[in-house]
C-alpha cells in the first residue's frame, strides 16, 4: 500500500490483529492498517497483510510476525497502538515487543454475547 509509505501525508498509524480459523481450519492472521490522511484529513484504513499462521500461536512468533509487517510497511517507527483480543498470547507479545496496546471492547462484547447465548438455559432457570 503505496499511501501508509509516505511519511509525508502519514505521521502515525495504528493497527489491528486479528488470528482467525477459517471454516476448514486454516489459520490467518490479518493487519489492518487505520491512519488519517493529512492532505485530505480523511479518516483511512487498509489491510496490510491476511497471511496463512502456520507457526504455533506463541508470544514470540506473533511479535515476530508483526515486526516484520512493520519492517515491510516502514511503520514502526509512526506506531501509535495495537488494537488486539484478549488472548494471553497476544498480549504477551505486544508486551514483549514494547508496543503501546489496548483490548478490542467489540471482540470481548461478542464473547460475553455468545457464551450467553451457549449458556441460555443456566438464564432461565435462575429467571
Not at 499462521?53 to 512468533?61: G, L, M, P, S, Y
Request: contains cysteine; proline residues 1%; glycine residues 4%.
Amino acid at each position: 500500500m503505496e499511501l501508509i509509505h509516505d511519511e509525508q501525508n502519514v505521521s502515525f498509524c495504528s493497527v489491528t490483529i486479528d488470528i482467525w480459523s477459517s471454516q476448514s481450519m486454516d489459520v490467518y492472521m490479518t493487519l489492518t492498517v487505520h491512519f488519517i490522511e493529512k492532505a485530505t484529513w480523511q479518516r483511512k484504513y487498509a489491510v496490510l497483510q491476511c497471511l496463512p499462521f502456520e507457526e504455533w500461536h506463541t508470544a514470540e512468533n506473533l511479535l515476530l510476525a508483526l515486526e516484520s509487517a512493520f519492517s515491510e510497511y516502514k511503520i514502526r517507527s509512526r506506531l501509535h497502538l495495537v488494537v488486539r483480543d484478549n488472548a494471553a498470547n497476544i498480549v504477551k507479545a505486544v508486551n514483549y515487543g514494547g508496543l503501546k496496546h489496548i483490548g478490542c471492547f467489540l471482540n470481548g462484547l461478542h464473547l460475553v454475547l455468545t457464551n450467553s447465548l451457549k449458556n441460555r438455559n443456566q438464564w432461565q432457570r435462575c429467571l
